[in-house]
């Protein structure tokens, strides 16, 4: 009996009709695997993961395997979006055997969920070095079978090595100037000057960074780390990892030139980097990054937002071709014939200007939508009608399928990026879709106990507990409502929040951090990674968190724990800079102060008030956390016995425990903040 159909995961019900006896991951499928002496299938994906679509088609959907799997295994799927501890558990076990790993998952375990063989995507048939996915299935079954007391001591041996292993050892401090002029130094070395961004192909969006690189020009003036960002950020936005007609980011290039992407479009990738490039717009005033960082907003909330005010995990990379066949950049790629269909006599513009070509750039003489020409003139008006009649045209396709779990972590970043870039571009409506998540986090996610779940659907709160990054990211997003509504309350949620971490996610001898609670379901390992990935680690996200709640409330202990979670940093930093972005960021911001912004007014409908609040936003400094409130409020610490200036509104700069004399022009307080 498949087990799924009343799963909350997207994912996990795609797979509730496969013939195969699914269960989800629980003590009841191991308890049956003890009962029934059977090995257990540990199948992990997620929902907008091409291969794993693959997979199924190919073997979950097949009778044939199906019946074999029923007979000879306890079958369980597994959402990572929805057990990331679980996923990160295995995938460490399956990349020390194998030195790599990928989703789709396939691991092999024993009824204590102790693993024995790792895969990831198995093909029906053997190709390509591959075994077949039945072959590996009766080899597995024989072994267990037949060689059980070795599987058994294979199994045990596993377990015990990583339990051995340990995290990269942190330092006792957080990183000071030399670590981060290491950092900078290894990104420059690692940095791709013809074509932008870092490594080679796949070409991932380092957002965090990038982060770190805005910031270290901030602080320092370096102009070689800015020019690193201007110029990756440039590239993506004129590649097709970027959206040309829609917005958004792919979720990577498979090229080393941005052109080609693997389709599917992730809700962290954007709203990180609709933060970089309202940030690089507040650095620089490019007009490039405001279109970008607005677009990315606006498809954030126009294709992404749920019904309930949160935002969806993903768009599938996959879609229907017309002719009923799911292929992969369906949705987005075009042909010169079918821009004659859609623009008649200006398609020939259009093919220019996109770089849509008769060869294609993509496969099957399509070609991915890109911006090649950096030279010549092109008629504003006239391409703004071509994007509108092509965005127009797209929409009337088959659209890609969407993965509608509200993830807690992700939601979080959504919150800061849509209620900055709201602010800074004057546009409220971001600011509410920013409420909206973060009224939905709250109501839903949030009990009495200030205990985050780590996804909910249709409003409908998951199994799964909170891990760290939900936490952080949370929390991160929560300080930036606070700073741009000037609504103490967010705060007030960012602080119910943080108090968990020391609480229940933190080694009280070492500051070291766990990506698990201590009272999580114990798994064969609890799961420790400080490294970013796509998002922020959890580590690293608590770490920022930590700090701006900090800076808010003037609390040593939370300021304490910032730091000596950042010793992590100052160990990676200088080794893999590329994996601790978040991090290298956050210690930024640590060595700027960060700084304390107060801006006091007699109400928030003054004109006056507004501006320097505004200003306070677009000030550059690193982590600078920002209030705003009337003298006599009590929304935020920092605005306690805080005055008007002769009557007229005035902002406080503080750093270090040492505050500047209150300005009331904001010209002044933008020096203040330089």
């Not at 109501?443 to 106990?449: A, W, Y």
């Not at 409502?481 to 009280?508: C, I, K, M, N, Y």
């Amino acid at each position: 009996m498949n087990r799924l159909a009343h799963e909350t995961s997207p994912y996990l019900l795609q797979h509730a009709d496969n013939p195969v006896d699914w269960w989800p991951w629980s003590a009841e499928a191991f308890a049956e695997a003890r009962r029934t002496h059977r090995p257990v299938l540990l199948s992990v994906g997620y929902s907008s993961c091409h291969w794993c679509h693959v997979m199924a088609h190919e073997s979950f959907e097949d009778q044939a395997t199906a019946d074999y799997l029923n007979e000879h295994f306890v079958s369980v799927k597994v959402d990572r979006e929805e057990r990331p501890d679980v996923d990160a558990v295995y995938m460490e076990a399956v990349q020390a055997a194998t030195g790599h790993g990928g989703w789709p998952m396939t691991v092999f375990l024993t009824p204590d969920a102790e693993p024995f063989y790792f895969g990831t995507y198995y093909p029906p048939a053997p190709r390509h070095g591959m075994p077949s996915f039945r072959q590996v299935l009766e080899g597995v079954q024989q072994a267990w079978t037949t060689r059980h007391d070795e599987v058994s001591e294979v199994a045990g041996k596993i377990v015990r090595d990583l339990a051995q292993r340990e995290i990269v050892r942190q330092a006792a401090e957080a990183p000071g100037e030399q670590e981060l002029a290491q950092a900078l130094l290894g990104l420059t070395r690692e940095y791709d000057p013809q074509r932008g961004g870092f490594g080679g192909a796949p070409k991932f969006p380092a957002s965090m960074v990038l982060e770190f690189l805005l910031r270290h020009h901030a602080r320092t003036g370096a102009e070689g780390a800015l020019q690193m960002a201007v110029d990756t950020c440039e590239r993506m936005a004129r590649g097709g990892i970027y959206d040309q007609l829609g917005g958004g980011f792919a979720r990577y290039s498979v090229d080393r030139d941005w052109i080609v992407p693997h389709f599917e479009k992730m809700l962290y990738d954007n709203a990180l980097l609709c933060r970089v490039y309202a940030h690089l717009w507040r650095a620089t005033g490019s007009d490039l990054a405001r279109r970008v960082a607005l677009e990315t907003a606006d498809f954030l909330v126009r294709e992404l937002r749920t019904a309930e005010g949160g935002f969806a995990s993903a768009l599938d990379a996959d879609s229907d071709d017309g002719t009923g066949r799911h292929v992969e950049g369906a949705y987005y790629v075009w042909t010169p014939a079918q821009l004659r269909d859609v623009l008649g006599d200006d398609a020939e513009l259009a093919a220019r200007y996109f770089g849509v070509t008769e060869e294609g750039t993509f496969e099957h003489g399509q070609s991915v939508l890109q911006l090649p020409q950096t030279e010549g003139v092109f008629d504003a008006e006239k391409i703004a009608s071509v994007r509108r009649r092509l965005f127009d045209a797209r929409a009337r396709r088959p659209a890609p399928g969407r993965d509608d779990k509200v993830v807690a972590a992700w939601n979080g970043l959504a919150v800061a990026a849509l209620a900055e870039t709201g602010a800074y571009f004057g546009r409220p409506d971001l600011v509410e879709a920013a409420l909206g998540a973060a009224d939905l986090l709250v109501r839903v996610h949030l009990d009495e106990h200030a205990r985050l779940a780590r996804t909910s659907k249709d409003g409908r709160v998951g199994p799964n507990a909170g891990v760290l990054e939900d936490y952080g990211d949370v929390a991160e997003g929560f300080l930036a409502l606070a700073s741009v509504t000037g609504e103490g309350v967010w705060l007030d949620f960012a602080g119910l929040l943080l108090d968990q971490v020391p609480a229940r996610f933190t080694d009280p001898e070492t500051g070291a951090l766990f990506d698990t609670a201590s009272d999580a379901e114990r798994l064969i390992r609890r799961p420790q990674d400080p490294t970013d990935n796509a998002a922020p680690s959890g580590w690293t996200a608590a770490a920022g968190a930590l700090l701006g709640y900090a800076a808010h409330t003037g609390s040593e202990a939370h300021r304490v724990a910032a730091e000596r979670a950042l010793g992590v940093v100052k160990t990676l930093g200088p080794r893999v800079p590329r994996f601790i972005g978040w991090g290298l960021a956050v210690a930024e911001a640590l060595l700027d102060g960060p700084r304390e912004v107060a801006v006091v007014g007699p109400g928030p409908d003054d004109e006056r008030t507004a501006a320097l609040h505004r200003t306070a936003l677009l000030g550059a400094a690193p982590g600078a956390v920002v209030a705003c409130g009337t003298p006599d409020g009590d929304e935020f610490p920092l605005l306690a016995g805080r005055t008007l200036v002769d009557g007229a509104p005035a902002a406080y700069v503080c750093r270090g425990f040492v505050c500047d004399l209150p300005v009331t022009d904001p010209e002044a307080l933008r020096a203040r903040l330089a």
